[in-house]
């Protein structure tokens, strides 16, 4: 599908350097070049290892020649491509982090990347990749540090917040010279942390959810430089399924409505969402379970998505769209499917910002804000993802929750959003039941 074939571009390209505040200007991408090395899946995965739930990448990048990459060497680091592998030098500037990055803004993703453990290190130094980057100054940075400790820790372009502490784990293999796969999984306000497949810590945080940058970054501990090398970098795109691989938060589902027999029908093959559009710019209905199975009744103009038939009390227009990279397709031939236009997008909700020391709801997806706590309400427009305003309640049930919107539209000043799509600041906010 075409998403696919975006990220399997999108990996060997040019990439741009930044040093925490520096600026550096973003070089033009190239095409990637013919011929992508077929990955091979091991059977010797761990049980829960994303690499063997997820199957082959939709992009990797071997580092098997440097036409595609940036090379840079200035004060704080070196990067270089030599014999297969990403070279990325810290030179001592002591307890900064310098980054490279690659150009695509990837929003929900498992990557991957095989790093080479330095030969000679600080216990304390630092490397990794850095990823859902709104630019070149911030980001999250998930790396290793050369005793065998994990951690996250997010940038903003001023301070650094901890998210997970430094810690150790046996699965990570210690010492010069040794290889260890370090794995991230982003969803939503979701971050799964994970090395040679083992999930080493979860963290929650809704400071970045938009599509960013990735890449990799150093930082030295002290005024002695070191080497980190990596021998691949692997990228799956979750872009419209609802949960990363070894989640413990799975979605709430709902079942697509029976087919007509002999109807053409899609299968989904992982929690996938049913939209109202075809594009995650669009709100969710539900979200499909895994071997769900719906009617189609039409298809996007470029073929990436299917309509699929669904209930009126759900939706008048009785139909929804599903991503096709996430289901398979049967008895194609036997009813022409259509080709439909796309609906209008959805206008914005009008929302006050948020008040400090006052909790906070921040879309995860674009969501519906409606005038009370049920899809039947109707609806005042759509928070888009990283959209924020005042939370100010919930339901009975905690599964909507009420935020502030303008006057404008609610003379209470009040709507609703659907609480899986939402991320509340801080997470141990008490919500008091307000009836809609």
Same mark, same amino acid.
């Given at each position: 599908m075409k998403t696919k074939l975006l990220i399997l571009g999108m990996i060997l390209v040019l990439l741009l350097a930044a040093c925490q505040a520096d600026d550096t200007a973003t070089p033009e991408p190239t095409a990637p070049p013919e011929g992508q090395p077929t990955p091979t899946v091991s059977p010797d995965f761990p049980e829960g290892d994303p690499r063997q739930i997820l199957g082959a990448p939709d992009g990797l990048d071997t580092f098997d020649n440097a036409s595609h990459w940036t090379l840079f060497n200035n004060e704080c680091f070196q990067s270089d491509i030599s014999?297969?592998?990403?070279?990325?030098?810290?030179?001592?500037?002591?307890?900064?982090?310098?980054?490279?990055?690659?150009? +695509?803004?990837?929003?929900?993703?498992?990557?991957?990347?095989?790093?080479?453990?330095?030969?000679?290190?600080?216990?304390?130094?630092?490397?990794?990749?850095?990823?859902?980057?709104?630019?070149?100054?911030?980001?999250?940075?998930?790396?290793?540090?050369?005793?065998?400790?994990?951690?996250?820790?997010?940038?903003?372009?001023?301070?650094?917040?901890?998210?997970?502490?430094?810690?150790?784990?046996?699965?990570?293999?210690?010492?010069?010279?040794q290889t260890n796969r370090l794995g991230v999984a982003a969803f939503g306000n979701e971050y799964l942390l994970y090395?040679?497949?083992?999930?080493?810590?979860?963290?929650?945080?809704? #400071?970045?959810?938009?599509?960013?940058?990735?890449?990799?970054?150093?930082?030295?501990?002290?005024?002695?430089?070191?080497?980190?090398?990596?021998?691949?970098?692997?990228?799956?795109?979750l872009d419209d399924k609802y949960h990363p691989p070894d989640s413990e938060t799975p979605p709430p589902?709902?079942?697509?409505? +029976?087919?007509?027999?002999?109807?053409?029908?899609?299968?989904?093959?992982?929690?996938?969402?049913?939209?109202?559009?075809?594009?995650?710019?669009?709100p969710v209905y539900f979200t499909a379970p895994p071997g769900g199975t719906g009617e189609v009744v039409g298809q996007s103009q470029d073929g990436q998505w299917w309509a699929v038939k669904l209930p009126a009390e759900i939706t008048p227009t009785e139909q929804g769209w599903v991503s096709g990279d996430y289901t398979v397709l049967s008895n194609p031939n036997n009813v022409p499917i259509p080709v439909l236009p796309a609906p209008p997008v959805p206008p914005p909700a009008p929302l006050p910002p948020p008040q400090p020391?006052?909790?906070?709801?921040?879309?995860?997806?674009?969501?519906?804000?409606?005038?009370?706590?049920?899809?039947?309400?109707?609806?005042?427009?759509?928070?888009?993802?990283?959209?924020?305003?005042?939370?100010?309640?919930?339901?009975?049930?905690?599964?909507?929750?009420?935020?502030?919107?303008?006057?404008?539209?609610?003379?209470?000043?009040?709507?609703?959003?659907?609480?899986?799509?939402?991320?509340? #600041?801080?997470?141990?906010?008490?919500?008091?039941?307000?009836? +809609?």
């Open positions: 014999g297969g592998q990403m070279v990325m030098t810290a030179k001592g500037m002591q307890g900064i982090s310098c980054w490279t990055f690659s150009w +695509p803004l990837l929003h929900n993703f498992y990557i991957e990347t095989e790093v080479v453990m330095p030969d000679a290190c600080q216990p304390d130094d630092r490397f990794g990749v850095i990823f859902r980057a709104p630019d070149n100054h911030r980001g999250y940075l998930y790396g290793l540090s050369c005793d065998g400790k994990y951690s996250l820790h997010l940038y903003d372009g001023t301070n650094t917040t901890v998210l997970v502490a430094s810690a150790i784990n046996p699965a990570i293999n210690v010492g010069a010279g090395v040679n497949g083992v999930r080493l810590a979860t963290a929650f945080d809704s #400071t970045y959810l938009n599509p960013g940058k990735i890449g990799y970054f150093v930082n030295a501990s002290t005024t002695e430089p070191f080497t980190s090398k990596y021998n691949e970098l692997a990228v799956w795109n589902t709902t079942p697509m409505p +029976p087919p007509t027999e002999g109807a053409p029908t899609v299968t989904t093959t992982t929690y996938v969402n049913i939209r109202s559009g075809p594009s995650t710019l669009y020391g006052t909790p906070i709801a921040t879309a995860t997806d674009a969501v519906n804000v409606r005038s009370g706590p049920g899809s039947q309400y109707d609806s005042y427009g759509v928070a888009t993802i990283g959209q924020s305003a005042p939370a100010i309640g919930q339901n009975q049930d905690g599964s909507w929750i009420a935020i502030a919107v303008s006057t404008t539209v609610a003379p209470d000043g009040v709507g609703w959003v659907v609480a899986y799509a939402v991320a509340i #600041t801080p997470a141990d906010a008490q919500l008091p039941v307000l009836t +809609p």
